[in-house]
């Protein structure tokens, strides 16, 4: 349990706990935001659309953050197309992803509401289980990491997987 879970309001002035290894390397944590080699996650949605994404070098594991050389991470940029009281859905087809839920984060708003689980369901269907701030609404953005390299079109409903 961290201060922000337990002092949401702290969110207003740190950022929540961030797995650096996660999410591609040189990725920073901010409040509201998420940074990938200084690129604003929240701005890049805005400029694509959801659903989107970002990919960059993989963090080499317990290299304290060197940049691997062949492998990658993609951050998947998903609006919250749909929510209630148990579940959210997602804008993106997500069923063979295997994104990092522990580390999805809220980009563009700081919410002060505790944090809860919820059944996330991506456009396809595919059930998974993510904790995000109990007032998430209809057009959030959330930023998960999911390893290797994916692209928009296996996100984008009416799109072909490749």
């Known amino acids: 349990m961290t201060l922000t879970t337990i002092l949401p309001t702290l969110r207003d002035s740190i950022p929540a706990p961030f797995d650096s290894?996660?999410?591609p390397a040189g990725a920073r944590a901010g409040i509201g935001d998420v940074t990938v080699s200084a690129i604003s996650l929240r701005r890049y949605a805005e400029l694509c659309g959801t659903p989107c994404v970002c990919t960059?070098?993989?963090?080499?594991?317990?290299?304290?953050?060197?940049?691997?050389?062949?492998d990658s991470t993609t951050v998947l940029l998903l609006g919250?197309?749909?929510v209630d009281d148990r579940a959210v859905v997602v804008d993106g087809r997500i069923s063979h992803?295997?994104?990092?839920?522990?580390?999805?984060?809220?980009?563009g708003r700081v919410s002060h509401a505790h944090e809860k689980p919820f059944a996330v369901r991506g456009a396809d269907g595919s059930p998974?289980?993510?904790?995000?701030?109990?007032?998430?609404?209809?057009g959030d953005l959330v930023a998960v990491p999911c390893p290797g390299l994916h692209t928009v079109g296996e996100l984008r409903v009416g799109v072909a997987k490749g």
């Open 56 to 70: 960059g070098a993989a963090v080499i594991p317990l290299s304290g953050g060197v940049a691997s050389r062949t």
């Open 128 to 138: 998974a289980a993510v904790v995000l701030p109990g007032d998430v609404r209809v």
């Open 80 to 82: 919250i197309a749909a």
């Open 21 to 23: 290894a996660a999410w």
């Open 97 to 107: 992803l295997q994104p990092v839920w522990r580390e999805a984060r809220l980009l």
